[in-house]
């Protein structure tokens, strides 16, 4: 494991670069949780309306249409419309997270060229020429977009993932008589 010590370079890179999108990167991680409770629950909330359908069944009269009870009628609306809320307000979540994700990589790369670009322009042209900056500022300009790209993968990415599996599994074993 590593030691306080050794992590403070990494909580410094995080304070510096994503503390200017922290309010974004916020919204769009509770966001990416709960968009991941959706999808978990999905297939819940479709259990529930399978299971209310094959009880209500059993007892279809010919009092409304398709011979089912104005309760029975109620219910399956309300079962349907339960699923199409999930399945869109799923669907809009994740294309909202989509777009939080790349403001916040974007916002994180903005930050870390800005840096860059300021701290090489207080020197020198000779200065520069000497310790051969050029290089040094190609490697981290080519390298930003992967540290962008790290930074939201395994913050959008793995927490969503986590909570997924947890409301899965937790289902599963609901699902079982």
Do not use: C, N
Request: hydrophobic residues 55%; aromatic residues 6%.
């Amino acid at each position: 494991m590593h030691s306080p010590a050794a992590l403070a370079p990494a909580r410094r890179a995080l304070g510096l670069f994503v503390r200017p999108v922290a309010r974004r990167a916020g919204w769009t991680f509770a966001l990416a949780l709960l968009v991941a409770l959706a999808a978990a629950s999905e297939p819940l909330v479709l259990r529930h309306l399978v299971d209310f359908l094959a009880a209500t069944g059993g007892r279809a009269t010919a009092d409304g249409p398709a011979g089912l009870t104005p309760e029975a009628l109620h219910g399956l609306g309300s079962g349907v419309g339960a699923v199409a809320l999930v399945i869109a307000l799923r669907t809009l979540g994740s294309a909202r997270v989509t777009v939080g994700v790349w403001q916040v990589r974007l916002g994180i790369e903005y930050q870390l060229r800005s840096r860059v670009a300021a701290k090489f322009s207080v020197l020198s042209a000779r200065t520069q020429a000497e310790i051969g900056t050029g290089g040094l500022r190609y490697a981290i300009e080519s390298s930003a977009p992967q540290t962008a790209s790290a930074f939201t993968a395994l913050a959008y990415r793995l927490a969503p993932t986590l909570v997924y599996v947890t409301v899965a599994a937790w289902g599963m074993v609901q699902l079982e008589p």
